[in-house]
């Protein structure tokens, strides 16, 4: 066998392992969505939630639903959670590990562009100048005002660093100056704001949770996120390549500035799209690309959808503790996210065999 | 393959870089870039590959104006080693070289792109580190693994930033032996910005040698590298004579011109005050 036989033999068998891994997590996914689906407060358990769920998604079939009660809890309380939950821990993950990328940076966050705060900033004000009471029900004004205030961030942050060229470092240092602005803005606003209500729909709102998840805003927030990781996914070569540094990128024909732009709005318009609906929910972004780094390298054709599975596993799993640990109350799920997470990372780190980072 | 550098000039924030560089590389030609610190070495080659941005016509490959060229035909023709190299995520040998496939590739690779890697880890002797991980290798074998990558892209013409400067002097040799076969037998040109005046002497087909942004000299070894143009360009005084390979060898020498006098005193100064 000659070397390049041997080298394509080497090469398949790795990308075999890789998409194993990748099934693996996807039945972990699965197995997490029916138990969390089977759990929670009420009475509705694993058979009668799966016929409430097979009713309704396969309508031509006219099986029996069960009990209208059941139908509620499972078909408009909890499935619509779950979704939410996997729809987010997904979009979060993809932006993650594509701005980790693109930005050649492991610590860097979905939030590095200030996202965060200003999606914080927007929905206060919503909340304040608003209506001045909570209208979380179905305050799309909270949700709309949030959006806005990213992209918002998005275009400061993009017209800062193209000042001075566009290179990863000047993106990283302008999106934390805007982050920081934006989060005195909304420590002002709260500060000033005389409806002491307000400010606590704030601070709830800041934690982050999927409990306001309805198929109406599924159906808003599941198209951004599946365009924009497609589209993500597509740059994987690019964001491979942008890995040996801007010069070299560009010696292999690929233009760093355009691929740190275009990936800065991609990152944003997920990021806002899922944050406007839950909240900030933090994390997961950081922490699913490292768990895919870990588990299949730092090939992006492989370790972005990885990295969507595992943001997936992860915020659900953590939701739905979340939503059991202290029931019938709950646990703000970037609570649960932190205070598992963090010693399971840890761990990881400290027992990984190789380096997947520097 | 033909360069043609034509009154190139280029600055940075107003400040010149390079001033009216003109130069011709042909094919299978070795061109070592010589020239102190700060004389525009590694701003020529960013330019000549269009990571740096050039004036209309000031650089011509096979006649058509490089400035014209986008960044993925450019990336057909030219490959570029930088000074140095580090990956800010860990990859495999074989990923790293695969990448100088990215210009071909447009989600998997063929056939063709694993057996071009295979050729270039063969050619470059690092095919045992093809699972390795390129963080994990030595600067040389690094070295060997960018050049290997580059080699991947089948360039016309190879751009190397001082390949050899943290190199021991076996690797040094490696290098420079395996860029003048390459020059010889793959009808590839090759373009090397280098300190070492003596490993340029041995293995360049021409050198040229820039001051301050602007050609010196170009030309044989023999003719560039003199007593004369030397102490010009580097403030240095040398002598020249020949090597037992009949190319100019060249011994700098001591001087008190070259600030060593001061350097004296100073050490004597301390050492008194340390007494």
């Given at each position: 066998m000659s070397t390049a036989d041997e080298l394509k033999t080497l090469y398949q068998k790795g990308k075999k392992r890789k998409i194993l891994v990748m099934l693996l997590v996807f039945v972990a996914l699965i197995v997490v969505i029916v138990v969390s689906i089977s759990l929670g407060s009420g009475s509705p358990r694993f058979t009668e939630a799966m016929q409430v769920i097979s009713a309704k998604l396969l309508p031509f079939l006219n099986l029996d639903a069960g009990p209208d009660m059941t139908q509620t809890i499972v078909w408009t309380i909890r499935f619509p959670r779950v979704i939410l939950a996997v729809v987010a821990g997904a979009g979060l993950a993809a932006a993650g590990a594509t701005m980790q990328g693109v930005l050649r940076n492991p610590l860097v966050s979905s939030y590095i562009l200030g996202v965060s705060a200003a999606a914080g900033f927007g929905a206060s004000l919503a909340v304040i100048l608003g209506?001045?009471?909570?209208?979380?029900?179905?305050?799309y004004l909270i949700v709309g005002n949030a959006f806005i205030f990213c992209l918002i961030a998005l275009v400061l942050v993009y017209s800062i660093a193209r000042i001075r060229g566009m290179t990863s470092e000047t993106v990283i240092l302008a999106g934390v100056a805007i982050g920081l602005l934006f989060s005195a803005l909304l420590s002002l606003i709260q500060y000033i704001s005389p409806d002491r209500d307000a400010v606590t729909a704030i601070v709830f709102w800041l934690m982050g949770g999927l409990n306001g998840a309805t198929w109406e805003r599924i159906l808003i927030c599941t198209p951004i996120v599946v365009v924009v990781s497609v589209l993500m996914i597509q740059q994987s070569w690019n964001i491979n390549v942008m890995s040996m540094g801007a010069d070299v990128a560009k010696s292999l024909g690929v233009n760093s500035k355009r691929l740190l732009a275009t990936n800065m709005l991609l990152e944003t318009l997920a990021t806002a799209s899922i944050i406007a609906f839950t909240g900030v929910i933090g994390f997961v972004d950081l922490i699913a690309p490292h768990i895919a780094r870990m588990l299949l390298g730092n090939d992006h054709r492989y370790l972005i959808p990885c990295s969507m599975l595992v943001g997936a596993l992860v915020l659900l799993s953590a939701d739905t503790v979340g939503r059991l640990i202290i029931a019938p109350a709950e646990l703000p799920v970037g609570i649960v996210t932190s205070l598992l997470g963090v010693p399971f990372f840890i761990y990881l780190l400290v027992n990984r065999r190789r380096q997947s980072f520097h | 393959m033909k360069l043609k550098i034509n009154k190139l000039s280029f600055s940075y924030n107003s400040t010149p870089?390079?001033?009216?560089v003109e130069l011709e590389v042909g094919l299978g030609e070795m061109l070592c870039i010589v020239g102190p610190?700060?004389?525009?070495k590694s701003t020529l080659l960013k330019c000549i590959n269009q990571i740096l941005k050039t004036e209309q016509n000031s650089v011509l490959i096979n006649g058509q104006d490089a400035n014209t060229m986008n960044l993925k035909e450019l990336s057909m023709i030219m490959g570029y080693v930088p000074q140095s190299s580090t990956s800010a995520f860990a990859f495999t040998v074989f990923d790293v070289v695969l990448m100088g496939r990215k210009p071909y590739i447009n989600w998997n690779l063929s056939d063709r792109d694993s057996e071009i890697v295979a050729e270039m880890l063969d050619f470059l002797g690092i095919g045992s580190l093809s699972m390795r991980h390129f963080t994990e290798l030595s600067g040389g074998e690094q070295q060997k693994v960018i050049i290997a990558r580059a080699l991947a892209q089948q360039p016309q013409l190879l751009l190397l930033d001082e390949p050899t400067s943290s190199l021991d002097i076996k690797h040094q040799l490696e290098i420079l032996c395996i860029l003048k076969s390459l020059a010889e037998t793959k009808h590839c040109s090759v373009i090397v910005a280098m300190h070492d005046l003596n490993l340029a002497s041995r293995f360049s087909d021409r050198l040229l040698m820039l001051k301050r942004g602007c050609v010196f000299a170009v030309g044989t070894p023999e003719s560039v590298l003199t007593e004369e143009t030397i102490e010009s360009v580097y403030g240095v005084k040398v002598r020249v004579s020949k090597s037992i390979l009949n190319c100019p060898q060249v011994t700098p020498l001591v001087s008190e011109a070259n600030g060593f006098k001061n350097a004296k005193i100073a050490l004597s100064a301390v050492a008194a005050k340390s007494e």
């Open positions: 209506v001045g009471v909570i209208t979380f029900a179905g305050g | 870089i390079l001033e009216d610190n700060g004389s525009g």
